[in-house]
C-alpha cells in the first residue's frame, strides 16, 4: 500500500497503529521499505547512530540532504519525512523557507520541525506555502541544552497544560501528525484523544495512534537502550561480528579465496613475464 501524506493526517482510528522508523542510506532504506512502514523518517539522529557525535544539533543541511538522497530510491510505498535540522527554524523565516525547499526538492513529502510556540510561526508559513509539516513536542533533541539533558518532559500540570496547548497550536498550523517523545503516557494519551491529527509516540506508552524509533535501536546494530526500548527488536551487531570474525578467519587459514574464486592465465600467458 503507497501511504501519503492525506492517508495520514486522515488515518482511522479503527486501523492498526502507525508504525514508523528511521532510515539514512541505502541498506536501511531498502530494509525498511521491504518491511512496509508507514512512515519513514530520515532523522537528525543521523548525527549519533551514523556520525557517532553527542547532539542532533551537530548535523547541518547538507548532511541531511546527503542521507535524504541517499534513502529516497529506495522507498516507494511509505510516506518519506525528513528532519528539519538545528539551524533554519532559530535563523528566521527565510532561512527555514529555503530549508523546507531543499528537502522537498530532494525528494522529502513533509519536513518535521521540532518545538512548540517558537515553531509555529514557522510551521504555519511553510503549511501555507504546501509545505507539509510533521511537529515534534516533548523531548526535543535540538533543545538539549535548554532542557538540561534527554530527560522525560511534561512532567507536573503546568508543563503538561503547555505541551497540550502546543499539541492543539501544531494541528491548528496545520502540522498532519505530531511526534510525541518521552511524555508521561497519560499525557501522550490525553493529546492524542484531544487531537483530529494523528500522535507518533517514542517513550509515551501505548495509547499514540502511533510508534516512532530510530532504526539501529530497533534491529541492534550499535543503537542505544532506554527505558522504553530496554532491548532491540534484533541483534545485528551479532551477525555482524560474526561475519567480519568468519572473513578475517577463512583468509588467515588459507580457505578464502576458493579456487573457483577467481580468475585463471594459461601458462603460455604468464610464463616469462
Ligand atoms: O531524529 C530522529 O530520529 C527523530 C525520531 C527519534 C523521532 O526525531
Known amino acids: 500500500m503507497v501511504i501519503r501524506v492525506p492517508d495520514i493526517r486522515a488515518w482511522p482510528p479503527e486501523a492498526s497503529p502507525l508504525v514508523a522508523i528511521t532510515a ?4 536501511s532504506a531498502l530494509a525498511v521499505e521491504r518491511a512496509g512502514f508507514e512512515i519513514v523518517l530520515v532523522g ?6 551514523i556520525h557517532g557525535r553527542k547532539h542532533t544539533t551537530s548535523l547541518g543541511m547538507e548532511e541531511i540532504l546527503i542521507h535524504l538522497k541517499a534513502v529516497r530510491p ?11 535540522p538545528f539551524g533554519p527554524v532559530q535563523v528566521g523565516d527565510r532561512e527555514t523557507k529555503e530549508a523546507a525547499v531543499a528537502l522537498v526538492a530532494a525528494g522529502a513529502e513533509a519536513v518535521k520541525i521540532e518545538g512548540g510556540d517558537a515553531s509555529l510561526g514557522a510551521i504555519r508559513r511553510l503549511t501555507n506555502h504546501g509545505i507539509e509539516v510533521m511537529g515534534h513536542l516533548g523531548l526535543t533533541p535540538q533543545s538539549v541544552h535548554t532542557l538540561g539533558g534527554y530527560k522525560v518532559q511534561g512532567t507536573g500540570r503546568k508543563a503538561a497544560s503547555q505541551i497540550l496547548k502546543d499539541a492543539l497550536a501544531l494541528e491548528q498550523a496545520g502540522a498532519f501528525a ?6 508521561p503516557a497519560p499525557l501522550a494519551a490525553l493529546i492524542t484523544k484531544r487531537l483530529s491529527i494523528p500522535t507518533l509516540g517514542i517513550g509515551s506508552g501505548s495509547r499514540c495512534r502511533g510508534q516512532i524509533l530510530v532504526f539501529h535501536d530497533v534491529v541492534g546494530w550499535e543503537g542505544s ?7 532491540p527488536f534484533g541483534d545485528v551487531s551479532q551477525h555482524v561480528d560474526g561475519a567480519l570474525s568468519r ?25 616469462g613475464l
Open 74 to 84: 529506495f522507498i516507494s510505498h511509505s510516506l518519506l519525512v525528513a528532519d528539519m
Open 178 to 183: 505530531i511526534v510525541l517523545e518521552c511524555l
Open 225 to 231: 537502550s532506554f527505558k522504553f526500548l530496554p532491548h
Open 44 to 49: 537528525d539522529s543521523a548525527a549519533q547512530v
Open 247 to 271: 572473513y578475517k578467519k577463512e583468509v588467515q587459514e588459507g580457505n578464502y579465496p576458493e579456487p573457483d574464486q577467481s580468475w585463471e592465465l594459461s601458462p603460455e600467458e604468464i610464463e
Open 24 to 27: 539514512y542510506d541505502r541498506p
